[in-house]
């Protein structure tokens, strides 16, 4: 199956957001959250009580097409490996959000705000670039993203499915197709 571990190193909403969406690019999927000190994101499942109850039969694999979220509860991921594994083992897709604090080794893709200057930085290697309102290029062969429409971040963050023909979703899907090209 899948999986996509993604970080953004400069921008805490769009390290928040991004998991959503690419997770909802891919139609049905995991989102799971590595970070311990990460996002309070809705639901009563963590990635601490699946290590601490073991998961359930319907923790492993989805009931229904959409986004599933599975929030970090204060738990090392090195102490969850095996539950990783029989998640990513058991859904079509997974999401895993690393903090901010990643350090980059190439196991993970930055998701990156393209802005003017070098105070931000870039990738050497492959990225996600998040277009704002300066007209920057890009790095060759690197995936850019327009800018969200107005109800599409607040739906993710609100547990909602943005409507399947936003075009910032859209977008996203060239994400899951690099990976695997």
């Known amino acids: 199956m899948p999986a996509l571990a993604i970080w953004s190193p400069e921008d805490e909403v ?13 139609g049905t999927a995991l989102v799971v959250d590595l970070d311990p ?12 009580s699946l290590v601490a109850e073991g998961p359930t039969k319907a923790d492993l694999s989805p009931h229904r097409r959409g986004v599933a ?9 090195q102490d969850a490996e095996v539950v990783l594994r029989a998640l990513v083992e058991g859904w079509p897709a997974v999401v895993f959000r690393l903090p901010a604090g990643h350090v980059a080794d190439g196991s993970a893709l930055p998701v990156l705000p393209l802005v003017p200057g070098s105070l931000l930085g870039r990738s050497s290697g492959p990225a ?11 790095p060759p062969n690197s995936v850019v993203l327009p800018r969200p429409g107005s109800g599409t971040i607040g739906a993710l ?14 977008a996203w899907r ?3 197709r690099n990976a695997w090209a």
């Open 157 to 170: 963050l609100n547990g909602r499915s943005p409507h399947p023909a936003d075009r910032w979703i859209r």
């Open 174 to 176: 060239r994400v899951w």
């Open 128 to 138: 996600v670039y998040q277009r704002s309102a300066w007209r920057v290029q890009a």
């Open 14 to 26: 769009l390290g928040a957001v991004g998991p959503l969406a690419l997770a909802a690019a891919a």
């Open 37 to 48: 000190e990460g996002p309070a994101y809705p639901g009563d499942v963590s990635l601490a």
């Open 69 to 77: 979220v599975v929030r970090n509860g204060g738990i090392d991921p």
